[in-house]
């Protein structure tokens, strides 16, 4: 209630408030791999609802991953990070309704994103001027999902869904429904959604132990009699995956616009697949006698059989409460005034317990018994309000918004494995959007101002000092695209960007062991901003049964933070830090035997640094349509390339490798089949620390048939994953020897609308 009565005032005060809800004032089809957009808030995918009822229930960023640009950094079943042309972490935004979605997944590679994709109308992806409209610092874009829950149009006839699907991979089921309806003048909309899927199976010998990649001398035979064991398992453990998700919507709609309030919760408990250990010899060995047979007795005596005995996993609970609407001003200079004020509060748990013991309430109760101190659950939460007016001061002659956007952000880890003190961000957005249609020409162009101040500390770790830092900065963005069409079938554009980035909380307070990572990271409260320069230049061409796509791209990137293994050569501190003194103590920060001096044992030193790095790249696609009996048969193939080096010619690590994607799709009125394979290289350019990534091909496929039952429609989904139960390890992933892609996988998917 108190937040609802807060939303209230701040409405009145505001008179309008918002965020971009992005309003879809047309259905947009796709029939390539590109969209003609029309203005600058068009997305270059637009991933329609449908396709995504019809697929198997996973991660968003396992959803994305077959489209041409996208890609993940997996952690499992649950987690599933997006990647837009080799950019990750903060430099993509992953928005709900066109507001940043404010979870901890910023906080580790381990957290999932807090989004439910149950009745979702349509996906965006968006890249260039309109990622500016969203969010600050999106180098590499934005990805918006957009329901209804607050309806901009009213609906016109009750709407009831019901939903049921099953995996084999895990042994899992989903069940779901929603209703929308009018009621008293009012849209209501409630959703529902329940799943709980199991470890998920893999390919026999997928599991690569840590063992593996040392000497065979430092084992003796009886330990990798042991290994071998554990390879033909057949399954992963602690991949398990459970969520309960609602959702509850009203609105009003009038000749004056509209205006609603939503409320969300989402619970998950979704298991850790990979917990790095902090226990057990130097890392200034350099692993050499890491795995000693000292080493394995340690290990047996402090953790057990890790694999067997001990589940490690995160329970998660999010809340936010949404007023979001549009008001029709009609003036002279404002057309109308978009405005959304949102809440959120997110808490994610991550816990030990036995693997045979009860649920959260008995792991609390024997936590101490149990395991000690050393085992205590660490509890990350994020506390978000947010504001938003988008005004539209558009005219005959083009479209153009001015945004105003406000945030207050608190970020807080607290227990055993705190890695960073609490931290508060705020920021104050200003920002202008034109697209004008010149003939065979136009412009979209898109700047803004962002005024952000980021308070945080850091803690001596020798003896406990705790030093403050308040950062308050601006950051100045900016871009154009030029577009032209060369004929009736083909169009090209020209565009730059100039983005600049803020560090974020981790990468500026960061000190402390990671067990996601495997690492004890530590960041740098003097890092400076990055600055990306973006040139590309995309062609279209379209003549209706035959398509073509093509986009090359450059992207420097002055200052690029990431996070680099201490032994890298190429980071050596004189070189690259010839301002240490004015901008790092390097006694405190990073001195390698510093850190060795704290036994932190088997976790890689990593700080967060900045050198200059060029990202360019390739996107292709081309494709046929025939006509096949009563309906269309689709053929296409794509491929897309990024290559990510450091100003010393090093390579960024963590970069996905080149694709071959080749798609078969037949639609019938009531009948569609799609057939995808995607083949994926070797990654041989991988940065220092890494090791070279196998090739694999991952051969997935859909049978959707829909029935017509008088004024009820049932549509059945029968869907294949990984047919070929190939070993595959995304290159991405700080965890891609622990945890292998899930192997094959098929299900049956229901969905009842009357």
Known sequence: MKKFLKAIIVLIAFHSSYSVAQEIEETLVITSAFIDTAEINNPLYVIDGDDIAESATTSLGDFIDEYLGISIADYGAAVGQPIIRGMSGPRVKILKNGMVNRDVSGLGVDHLNDLDLHDVQQVEIVKGPSSLLYANGTTGGIINVVDDCISALNYELPEINIGYETQSVNDGSSEFFNVKSMVAGFNVNFGYKNTEFGNYDIPNGAIMHEEEHHDEDDHDEDHHDEDMHEENLGYLNNSDYAVEATKFGISKVGDWGYVGFSVDNLESVYGIPFHGDEHGDEHGDEHGDEHDDDHEDEHGDEHGDEHGEERIFSTTDSESFTIKGSYNVNGNLVNKIDFTYRDSDYTLTEAHEEEHGEHEEEHDDDHGDEHGDEHAPTVFSNQAVEYTAIFDISNANSTQKVVVNIVDEDNSIVGEEAFMNPANSEEFTIGYYLSKDLGLNSLDLGMRLDQIERSGSVTDEDHGDVDYYNIDDSTNSFAVTLGRDLSDTLNVSLGYASVERLPSAIELFMNGPHMATGRFE?????????????????????????????????????????????????????????????????????????????????????????EDAEFDGYEIEFGKDFSLGSGELSLSFGRDVVNAKFSDGHYVPRINPARNIYSLSYKQEDLTFKLVLKDVEKQNDFGEGETATDSYQMLNTRLTKSFSMGNSDLKVTLFANNLLDEVARNHASFVKEEVPLPGRNYGLKFNFDF
């Open 522 to 610: 530590v960041g740098n409260p003097n890092l400076n901003s990055e600055t990306s320069n973006n040139f590309d230049v995309t062609f279209n061409f379209d003549n209706g049964d035959f398509y073509g796509y093509a986009s090359f791209y450059v992207t420097d990137v002055d200052n690029y933070i990431a996070l680099i293994d201490e032994e890298d050569d190429h980071h050596d501190e004189d070189e690259h830090h010839e301002d240490e003194d004015e901008h790092h103590d390097e006694d405190e920060h990073h001195d390698e035997d510093e850190h060795d001096d704290h036994g932190h044992g088997n976790l890689i030193h990593a700080n967060y640094m900045q």
